[in-house]
Every structure is written in structure tokens, then in C-alpha cells.
């Protein structure tokens, strides 16, 4: 699930999109309802990806569903030979029994903020983007996005391993990176207050997390870990979080070149320091599937930072045959009729 403040660190824009209670919701959209019915009228435009279905409102351009539905591939089918790499975890993305699949729209409020909204494993916005030459920030949102729900996967599957209470592997792993540090979830509606973030209430009276904004108080603790949304942990989001940023710095993303601007947040943007670090040991064998749980549950993680280049050609994108797999019928059925009339 996840919440309505856009996603992947992206704020929204307010030159492409309104505030999100004026925006306009499709005719005949229903933000409570989550029947296949409604998800057609809300979100007419899907592609399936194993099984998976990667949703978009009809105002979100091809190039961006195109791009969504490719990422969720390589997530997937990290060596791209057409067939997924853990089945277990395709399974459990199909049949959760409470999450649609991957949604994409355009601004935040398209779908309303109803159940139909929290509903998705993830979604991802474009807030007006127009193309994927003319910025990154979809990109960079469809990555966080993407790999937040196969996280949500992952726990579905492996709970023991993945899942984002005490006891499990990640959970003992997020824990490390903390260090001692705060959660600012925590001590902003504490009595004592925060010591390691500078936290306001937003209103007038503030009784809940969410109603404060925090900002984190470099070499306040020793940890290279520390989030500093309130509404977001300790529990699945803090987790979540964490194991994202952790397998991406395993891959080489290098906070995608942000490096001063996210030690607020994450400390080990390279491979090195993430690899290195003493508190980021356990995250680092989890992530690079070294773990001796890898091989006693059968997990098997992404290991392909996506580009959107999809290159395998199984028949799973959409409800009807790819492009070029509808040329080839095409080309087939002409080649047929002019046998028999040639």
C-alpha cells in the first residue's frame, strides 16, 4: 500500500497537477469500489507482466505504462530469458488477496483517496511528465515503486524472511542500520520528544505521526540509516524503505548520483560503502542473495538494476498479443489467405 503523498520522494508538481481534492476523477469512477468492473472504468489500460497486472488511468501516455510494465519485468526476470525467476514470488504478487497489482497515474487524486487507492502494491505517478527524454523523475519513482511491491511480494512469500516485524531477517537487518538511532514515528508524539530529528506540528494540535514534519539532525546517532517521515514506521514502510535502499545501493544505482542530498536519509549510497560498512552486513547478504537463507527457503531476489528495456519476448505484456507478436500474426494470416487465393 502507499500513502498519498506521491511516492519515491517525488513531491508533486503543482504546474502539471492540482491539489489533489480538485483533481477530477474519470466519470463513473468509483474510489471505494475495487470490483474488476470499476478498476476498468478508473484504470482502462493494462498490461499483464507473469500474470501481474500493471494498471493505468487513461490519461498516462503509453511511453509511461510501456516503461512501468518493463521495470516490473526485469524486477522479475532479472536475466530476461522470458520466464520469471522466483515463481513463488509471482505467485504471491497474482494472488494476495488484497492488493490489484501496479497502478500508474498522472496526479495524485485520480483515483480519489479511497480503497481503490490503497489497494495497489505500488503506484507510480507522472505527474505531467511528457516524455522519458524530457526528465527522470518518473523514472526514479517507477524504480522505488516497483521495487517496493515486489518487497510486499516478498513478505506474501517468505514471511519468516522478509517479513517486517521482530523475528525475521530484514527486520533484524533494518535494525542494524538504525543503529541507535530514533524512529521519528516514535518519539515525534512522545512526551520527551525527538533528540536526533527537529520535528513541528504542522496544525494546531498534533495526536498522530503524521501530523509532524522532521528533519534529521546530522551526527546525531550512529546509525546510516534514519527516516525522518514520521508517518512512515517503525513497522512494514520503514522496512520497506530500508530494503530499497539497500538493494539498490547493492546494484550500482549510487543514490543515483544524490549522494549528499540522501545522507540524511541513507548514508551508503556505493557499492563499496554498502558492502563494507559493518552495520549494513546482514542488509548486504540478504539483498546480493548470499545469505544461507537463499538456499534454505528458495528465494531468489532481482538482480538487475532496470533500465525499461525489456528484451525477452514471452506472451504475458497484455491482454492482447504484443505489437510485434500481432505483426507476426498478421504476416501469417495474409501469407495463408494468399495461398489458398494467390
Known amino acids: 500500500m502507499i500513502d498519498d503523498n506521491g511516492g519515491g520522494g517525488e513531491k508533486q508538481d503543482p504546474n502539471q497537477c492540482p491539489d489533489p481534492d480538485d483533481v477530477k476523477i474519470p466519470a463513473g469512477c468509483d474510489p471505494e469500489s475495487t470490483t474488476d468492473a470499476n478498476v476498468d472504468i478508473c484504470l482502462p489500460q493494462k498490461r499483464l507482466v507473469f500474470g501481474v497486472p500493471v494498471r493505468a488511468a487513461a490519461d498516462v501516455p503509453i511511453w509511461a505504462l510501456e516503461y512501468s510494465w518493463k521495470v516490473l519485468a526485469q524486477y522479475l526476470d532479472s536475466d530476461m530469458d522470458g520466464k520469471a525467476d522466483d515463481k513463488e514470488l509471482v ?15 498522472k496526479c495524485r487524486g ?9 489497494s495497489w502494491f505500488s503506484i507510480s505517478r507522472t505527474q505531467g511528465q511528457p516524455s522519458l527524454d524530457a526528465d527522470s523523475k518518473f523514472q526514479r519513482q517507477t524504480l522505488e515503486e516497483m521495487h517496493h511491491g515486489i518487497y510486499h511480494g516478498l513478505e506474501l512469500a517468505y514471511p519468516s524472511v522478509f517479513g517486517p516485524y521482530p523475528g525475521t531477517e530484514l527486520h533484524a537487518a533494518i535494525q542494524d542500520l538504525k543503529g541507535n538511532c530514533e524512529d521519528s514515528g516514535v518519539c515525534s508524539v512522545s512526551s520527551a520528544g525527538c533528540n ?8 494546531s494540535v498534533c495526536t498522530d505521526s503524521g501530523q509532524y514534519d522532521c528533519t534529521f539532525i546530522p551526527g546525531s546517532c550512529d546509525g546510516v540509516f ?10 512494514s514502510c520503514l522496512v520497506t524503505e530500508g530494503f ?11 543514490c543515483d548520483g544524490n549522494a549528499l542530498n540522501m545522507a540524511s536519509e541513507w548514508e551508503l549510497c556505493s557499492q563499496e560503502e554498502f558492502s563494507t560498512h559493518p552495520k ?34 514471452p506472451n504475458f505484456a497484455s491482454d492482447s498479443a504484443p505489437p510485434n507478436q500481432a505483426s507476426l500474426l498478421t504476416t501469417l494470416f495474409l501469407t495463408v489467405v494468399c495461398l489458398l487465393r494467390c
Not at 91 to 105: H, N
Not at 110 to 118: E, P, Q
Not at 196 to 203: A, E, G, K, N
Not at 300 to 305: N, V
Request: glycine share 12%.
Open 226 to 235: 534514519h527516516y525522518a517521515s514520521p508517518s512512515c514506521g517503525p513497522g
Open 196 to 203: 536526533q530529528y527537529s520535528c513541528h506540528c504542522m496544525d
Open 244 to 254: 530499497y535502499h539497500g538493494w539498490m545501493a547493492a546494484h550500482g544505482y549510487n
Open 91 to 105: 505467485k504471491a504478487l497474482i494472488s494476495s488477496g488484497w492488493q490489484l497489482g501496479f497502478a500508474v497515474l
Open 280 to 313: 549494513a552486513a546482514k542488509l548486504h547478504a540478504l539483498v546480493t542473495g548470499t545469505s544461507s537463507s537463499a538456499s534454505e527457503t528458495g528465494y531468489i531476489l532481482p538482480s538487475l538494476l532496470p533500465n525499461g528495456v525489456y528484451d525477452a519476448q
Open 110 to 118: 485520480t483515483i480519489g483517496r479511497g480503497k481503490l487507492k490503497d
